[in-house]
Structures are given as structure tokens and as C-alpha cells.
């Protein structure tokens, strides 16, 4: 058909069932990225998700029906996150049940398959004794056929869409052993000898059903910090209408209705406390262990704990806006990205079984040629075959980024995609946004002259000017006047210098507050002024001036208090060689008594919201891989100009948006610790691809030459994958340090 394009691709999220190793995803994804209307298409195996990029008029029926040609099962996923979470609950049930069959047919294999083996266990004891050929066919048929089912059907499925699996090779391993040991016995040699196999063939497929069991335990263990996520919302809510209650659904709610919070329970949503006062457990978004405090104004996240307090709540976000389900996107679509190396996996993946099946035949022919073994030429045969394992290597990168990503999102930090792990890696500068990253954020007014000894009148013009401004200083100035009782007037014409301060009209007089790039632009000139500016800022306030027409009337010192792990996070920065640098608006004695009190290396002061990007490229140019740390709008361009973008969770959406990595919480301690749990995830995609590559690069020579016996062979390649994963869920012990 012929696909009329959109401007912009639709993004559709899948989950897939039947994937069975590298061979399966790379199937899926070749499938998925040759249909036309297709722009992007990337299959996770350990998430048994997909993330496809589609043009209209394509659909998602129509790409599910795609997955369905490919040989699989396809559903789409849920955007809403109750509806997700019901369906989660609905495949974990599934899963269970699955889980509990597989089990089941595992004790029976292995109970089928010890008499088996049993003989040989008895070898190196000197005990030579075999069970009749008749009985050893009666316990490895079932195994054969029962438990070698699962791999016939994948195998030809595989087969019948035109591509090959693990499900192949181990299909054709057993089948050899079974079939040649079956033959064997029908038309026995000359002198009566059989050289039976069936021990092989009910042995190999025990432990690789015993082998995707663990994988399987494995896997979901990764896989637990989204499940852990999307099970925090309730269902319910209780609603207050008027003077009564009623309980009612989450998707029931509106914006603005007003919700009842008991102790103990889940708050439902995002919203702001109109009345109340409690504590909030939020460890399972922040990983912050203490309870935070919440009274009347304080906004809440749907999906913490309240604590012993009962809340009137105010709702501000629903379903997808809130800030629970951002945070499930941010930590999903990191978990199905794929790094670089991984382009290079599934291109061996793609050829990895035809190959193996090549090596094998060649190996086959080789033997009988060379030595007219049949039986060591069979045995070196299926060895290969079972040895060989594609699933280490599709499960290496994706299994590693899972839990890492996880484990990271259960401390509180939420790492975009795949590009964050590897510019995390090789940052070694730190730039960091001063006001509300280093420090609180809630500058207080702290220091008041007044040139004529009016004090309350300079606050008074101070705070009339400002009230309506949404800076830091404004409020402090407005709070000062609130606690002085002074009652404020109305300026009219009020006009925002950005970076510089406010001019307006007051009383019929020309009113300005600002710094002294304003004063200047203004004509107003004051030695006392610009002395009291001096002596404010060496003691690291940042400080203002006020002037009316063209006369400097007084000076405001403002204070904001350093966050009280910033020392530390300097400090930890620094011990693994990373270079800090803060970039603040403020003036240059007020910025560097900051930094000299943390600890910081360089500074860049009176930075405009517009220079930010400056300072961060002339870093690049020096050859830096630089990280931005910051909380507000007019840190968005520098956080996405970085190399790596590192937004305060305290921070506005837009920086969040802007950012790579999120914190969820304002700690300073937490960007080392993001750049920890990114190296050690990288760390962990490395070691998994070595031992991946290693194990089949040594395994498969050395079964071609007949030094493993088929069984050795795939208890081998059974615990192949399982040592991939387990090593990648080690992660999830991974804590920030405190």
C-alpha cells in the first residue's frame, strides 16, 4: 500500500509475547522497520516490549497485526495509568500461573531425567552400569514431548516466518540425540553395541527449561521498579461535595475537585493542601526516607503516603499530567532504549543461528570425514547446536539498562535514555545554577537601609513595586512587608528589566528596583548606594537598589541559605576528579563568597538567563564534557546545550523536559550519586556484552572439537543467560549514598 506520511510520526508503546531470545527481537524489529509507513522501530527482549515510530495512516492495529505476521502476539499499552495498572495486575497474574506450570514441568523433567543421568554420575567412581534401552526410552519420550513442545512450536514458528531461533537449535540438538539413539536401538550394530543419547537429549531440554525459569525470576526482579510504580495510585478517591463525602474512581475525577485524605491513605493525585497539616512519605518517587511536611498551600504527589494528619487536597493534575506518570514515561522509555553497541548485537543475533547451523553440519561432516566416528561426530554436533546461546547476547544491554535505570528511580533519579548513561560517563566539569540548586531557593530579606531613615517607607515602595513579580527576591520583599503590617499601594506601568530588575510608575514618580546595570541604564548614580552594595556582597548577600526619578533611595541585602548537603556535594564532586563551576546572575563579590564558603572552583557572575548557553559552549570548546545542574526556565537552554542536562526535581516542567537526567528530589548529594548509578550501569552493559561474547566465542570451538558432551554443552548454555541477567539485577542493591 501506499503510505500518504503525516508531518510528524505517531508513537506506539507494544508489549509482545513469545519472544524467546536475540533472534525473536531482531525478527520483530526487521519486520516492524521494512513496512512502509514505519519510521523508527526498537524491540526490548527484556521488557517483551516494543516502541514504533508510525506514520498515519497506519495504526496500531495495523502494527500489531504486523507483530502478529513476525510470529507473535502483540497488545497495545495502556496510556493511562489506572487502566495500566489494571492490565499490569491482569499479565502478572498471567505470569504467575505461567510461572507455576513451568515449574511443574520442570520437577517432572528433572524427576524423568535423573535415572538418566544417574550412570553417569557413577563413572568417576568406577561404577559402569546403564539402564535398559527400552526404559531409558520410556522416561525420555515424555520429557521429549512434553517439555521439548514449547521449543518445537517457537522453532516453527520461527521457521514458518522465515527467520531461526535459540528454539531452533535446541530443537534440533534434542531431536538429533533422540532420533539417532531411537534409530539406534531399531536397527542395533553388527556386534549388538548402542550408543544411546537419550540421557543427552531429556537432560538438555531439563536445563533449559530450568534455565529460562531463572531467567525468567530474573528478569522480573529488573523489571520490579515500574511495577512498583504503577501500583502506587489508588483506585479510588474520596470526593468532598459540599458538606458530604463520596468515594468515587480515579478517572471520575476533574480538576479543582476537592479530595479527602485520610491518614495512611494514598494520595490519590497531584494537588495543593487547602487544609490540614500532615506528614508525606514520598520515598517511592524521591527516595527521600524522611517524611516531609505538608500544611495549607504545600503541594502533594499522587501516589505518596499521607502520613497522620487529615488533608483537604485541591487537584491540579490528572491521569497522564501527573507527576507519577511522568515519571513512569520518563523511566519506560529509558528502560526501551537501546544503547550504540547494541546495533552491533543485533546484527550478530540476525545471523548468529543460520551460522550456528552451518558450524554444526560442518562439524558433523568434518568428524565423519576425518574419523568415521558417527557417534563422536553426532555427540560434537549437538553440542554445538546446544551450546550455542543468542539470548546472552540479546539480553546483555537490555536486562543491564532495566535495572539500572530502576534501581536509580528508587533513589530518586530518573535517567532519560541510553545517551544520559554514556555522557555521564565522561563528564568531568559540573556547571551549576546557583539559587535553588546550591542553595534553598527562598532568599529572605535581611538587610534594610534606607538613606532618609524611613525604613517602612522603602519597604513600602519595595514591596508595591514587586507584588505581583514572580522573583525570589519579590516575594521575600512582599513577605518582609506582610510580617511589618504595611499595608501596600498600587504602581502602575510596571515593567520587567529582565535579568536587571523593575521600573514602574508610583504616586506620579518613577520607581525602580534592581541592580546596578539597571541604576546605570536608569542615570542614577549614588556612592553610598555602591558602597552598601560592596559591603552586602563580600558577605555574600545579593543586593539591590532602590531609587525614585533619579535618586537612589535605599539598598536591600538578600540572603538565601546554602542547601545544607551542597558542601558535601561539592566535596564528593571533586574526590572523583570532576571540575565545578557555578554560574549565578548575582554580582561578582556576592557569587564568590558562595563559592569560596562550598568549595567551588570557578565562577562566572552577572550571567544573563541568554549567557548560560555562552559559558556552557565555551567549556566544550575547551574539550570539557560539561553537565548542567538547574532548576528554573531560564535553565532550560543551557540544560539541553550541555552534554548532560541534570534538572532539580524541585524545578519547573520545562526543565525537566529540557533535562537527561531528573532529580526527584533538591539534594545536591544526588547528582554525584546520578553519575555513580550511570557509570555503574554502563559498567554493567560492558560486562554483560564480555561475557556474552566470551562464552560463545570459547564454548562453540571446544564443542566443535568434542571436548564438551552435549549435556555439559547445555547446561552451559543454560546458565548463560542466567548469569547475563543475574549479573545485571546485582544493580538493584545499587543505593545513593546518603
Given at each position: 500500500m501506499t503510505v500518504h506520511t503525516s508531518p510528524a510520526p505517531v508513537t506506539y508503546k507494544i508489549e509482545i509475547k513469545g519472544m524467546t531470545c536475540a533472534g525473536c527481537a531482531s525478527r520483530v524489529e526487521k519486520t516492524l522497520r521494512n513496512t512502509e509507513g514505519v519510521a523508527d522501530a526498537s524491540v526490548n527482549l527484556a521488557m517483551d516490549a516494543a516502541e514504533v515510530k508510525a506514520y498515519y495512516p497506519l495504526t496500531a492495529t495495523d502494527i500489531i497485526q504486523i507483530v502478529s505476521i513476525a510470529g507473535f502476539s502483540a497488545t497495545l499499552k495502556e496510556s493511562d495509568i489506572n487502566a495500566a495498572r489494571i492490565l499490569r495486575e491482569k499479565q502478572e497474574a498471567e505470569d504467575k500461573r505461567e510461572e507455576q506450570r513451568t515449574f511443574m514441568l520442570l520437577v517432572a523433567s528433572a524427576l524423568?531425567?535423573?535415572?538418566?543421568?544417574?550412570?553417569?554420575?557413577?563413572?568417576?567412581?568406577?561404577?559402569?552400569?546403564?539402564?535398559?534401552?527400552?526404559?531409558?526410552?520410556?522416561?525420555?519420550?515424555?520429557?521429549?514431548?512434553?517439555?521439548?513442545?514449547?521449543?518445537?512450536?517457537?522453532?516453527?514458528?520461527?521457521?514458518?516466518?522465515?527467520?531461526?531461533?535459540?528454539?531452533?537449535?535446541?530443537?534440533?540438538?534434542?531431536?538429533?540425540?533422540?532420533?539417532?539413539?531411537?534409530?539406534?536401538?531399531?536397527?542395533?550394530?553388527?556386534?549388538?553395541?548402542?550408543?544411546?543419547?537419550?540421557?543427552?537429549?531429556?537432560?538438555?531440554?531439563?536445563?533449559?527449561?530450568?534455565?529460562?525459569?531463572?531467567?525468567?525470576?530474573?528478569?522480573?526482579?529488573?523489571?520490579?521498579?515500574?511495577?512498583?510504580?504503577?501500583?502506587?495510585?489508588?483506585?479510588?478517591?474520596?470526593?468532598?461535595?459540599?458538606?458530604?463525602?463520596?468515594?468515587?474512581?480515579?478517572?471520575?475525577?476533574?480538576?479543582?475537585?476537592?479530595?479527602?485524605?485520610?491518614?495512611?491513605?494514598?494520595?490519590?493525585?497531584?494537588?495543593?493542601?487547602?487544609?490540614?497539616?500532615?506528614?508525606?512519605?514520598?520515598?517511592?518517587?524521591?527516595?527521600?526516607?524522611?517524611?516531609?511536611?505538608?500544611?495549607?498551600?504545600?503541594?502533594?504527589?499522587?501516589?505518596?503516603?499521607?502520613?497522620?494528619?487529615?488533608?483537604?487536597?485541591?487537584?491540579?493534575?490528572?491521569?497522564?499530567?501527573?507527576?507519577?506518570?511522568?515519571?513512569?514515561?520518563?523511566?519506560?522509555?529509558?528502560?526501551?532504549?537501546?544503547?550504540?553497541?547494541?546495533?552491533?548485537?543485533?546484527?550478530?543475533?540476525?545471523i548468529f543461528v543460520p551460522v550456528i547451523l552451518v558450524i554444526s553440519l560442518a562439524t558433523l561432516g568434518l568428524w565423519i570425514a576425518l574419523t568415521g566416528d558417527t557417534d563422536s561426530a553426532i555427540s560434537a554436533a549437538v553440542a554445538v547446536l546446544v551450546i550455542a546461546c543468542p539470548c546472552a547476547l540479546g539480553l546483555a544491554t537490555p536486562t543491564a539498562l532495566v535495572a539500572g535505570t530502576g534501581a536509580a528511580a528508587r533513589s530518586g533519579i530518573l535517567i532519560r535514555d541510553i545517551q544520559a548513561l554514556e555522557s555521564a560517563h565522561k563528564v568531568d566539569t559540573v556547571v551549576l545554577d546557583k539559587t535553588g540548586t546550591l542553595t534553598v531557593g527562598k532568599p529572605q530579606l535581611v538587610k534594610l537601609q534606607a538613606f532618609d531613615r524611613k525604613e517602612e517607607r522603602l519597604l513600602f515602595i519595595a514591596a508595591t513595586l514587586q507584588q505581583n513579580s514572580e522573583h525570589p527576591l519579590a516575594h521575600a520583599v512582599v513577605e518582609a512587608a506582610k510580617a511589618n503590617n504595611i499595608r501596600l499601594g498600587k504602581a502602575h506601568t510596571v515593567q520587567a528589566v529582565p535579568g536587571k530588575g523593575l521600573v514602574a510608575e508610583l504616586a506620579g514618580q518613577r520607581v525602580a528596583i534592581g541592580n546596578e546595570a539597571l541604576m546605570d541604564e536608569l542615570g542614577v548614580s549614588s556612592m553610598m548606594a555602591k558602597g552598601l552594595i560592596k559591603t552586602f556582597e563580600a558577605e555574600g548577600q545579593t543586593a539591590v537598589t532602590v531609587a525614585l526619578d533619579d535618586r537612589a533611595v535605599g539598598v536591600l541585602g538578600f540572603a538565601d541559605e546554602p542547601r545544607e548537603t551542597s558542601k558535601a556535594a561539592i566535596d564528593a564532586l571533586k574526590a572523583k576528579g570532576i571540575k565545578t563551576v557555578l554560574l549565578t546572575g548575582d554580582a561578582d563579590r556576592a557569587a564568590q563568597a558562595v563559592a569560596d564558603a562550598l568549595g567551588i572552583e570557578e565562577v562566572h557572575a552577572r550571567i544573563q538567563p541568554t549567557g548560560k548557553n555562552a559559558v556552557i559552549q565555551k567549556l566544550q570548546a575547551e574539550g570539557k564534557t560539561v553537565a548542567m545542574v538547574g532548576d528554573g526556565i531560564n535553565d532550560a537552554p543551557a540544560l539541553a546545550t550541555a552534554d548532560l542536562g541534570i534538572a532539580m526535581g524541585s524545578g519547573t516542567d520545562v526543565a525537566l523536559e529540557a533535562a537527561s537526567i531528573t532529580l526527584m528530589r533538591s539534594d545536591p548529594m544526588m547528582i554525584a550519586a546520578s553519575l555513580d548509578i550511570s557509570k555503574a550501569t554502563l559498567r554493567k552493559i560492558h560486562q554483560n556484552l564480555f561475557w556474552a561474547f566470551i562464552y560463545n566465542v570459547i564454548g562453540i570451538p571446544l564443542a566443535a572439537l568434542g571436548l564438551l558432551s552435549p549435556v555439559i554443552a547445555g547446561a552451559a548454555m543454560a546458565m548463560s543467560s542466567v548469569s547475563v541477567v543475574t549479573n545485571a539485577a546485582l544493580l538493584r542493591r545499587w543505593k545513593a549514598k546518603d
Open positions: 524423568l531425567s535423573l535415572p538418566l543421568v544417574a550412570p553417569m554420575l557413577g563413572m568417576p567412581f568406577g561404577l559402569d552400569w546403564h539402564l535398559p534401552a527400552l526404559l531409558q526410552l520410556v522416561l525420555a519420550t515424555p520429557v521429549q514431548v512434553f517439555v521439548g513442545a514449547r521449543f518445537y512450536k517457537g522453532a516453527f514458528n520461527a521457521l514458518r516466518h522465515g527467520g531461526a531461533n535459540m528454539d531452533v537449535l535446541v530443537a534440533l540438538g534434542t531431536t538429533a540425540a533422540y532420533g539417532y539413539s531411537l534409530y539406534t536401538m531399531l536397527a542395533p550394530a553388527s556386534d549388538g553395541t548402542m550408543h544411546l543419547y537419550f540421557e543427552a537429549s531429556a537432560v538438555i531440554l531439563t536445563l533449559v527449561l530450568f534455565g529460562k525459569y531463572l531467567e525468567h525470576r530474573a528478569k522480573r526482579s529488573t523489571t520490579a521498579a515500574v511495577r512498583a510504580l504503577v501500583a502506587l495510585r489508588p483506585d479510588k478517591a474520596t470526593r468532598v461535595v459540599g458538606d458530604e463525602t463520596e468515594v468515587v474512581r480515579i478517572s471520575e475525577l476533574r480538576l479543582g475537585d476537592i479530595i479527602l485524605v485520610k491518614p495512611g491513605e494514598s494520595i490519590p493525585t497531584d494537588g495543593l493542601v487547602l487544609e490540614g497539616i500532615t506528614e508525606v512519605d514520598e520515598s517511592m518517587l524521591t527516595g527521600e526516607s524522611l517524611p516531609v511536611a505538608k500544611t495549607e498551600g504545600d503541594t502533594v504527589t499522587g501516589g505518596t503516603i499521607n502520613g497522620s494528619g487529615v488533608l483537604h487536597v485541591k487537584t491540579t493534575a490528572l491521569g497522564e499530567a501527573t507527576r507519577l506518570a511522568q515519571i513512569i514515561r520518563l523511566v519506560e522509555n529509558a528502560q526501551i532504549s537501546k544503547a550504540p553497541v547494541q546495533k552491533l548485537v543485533d546484527k550478530v543475533s540476525s
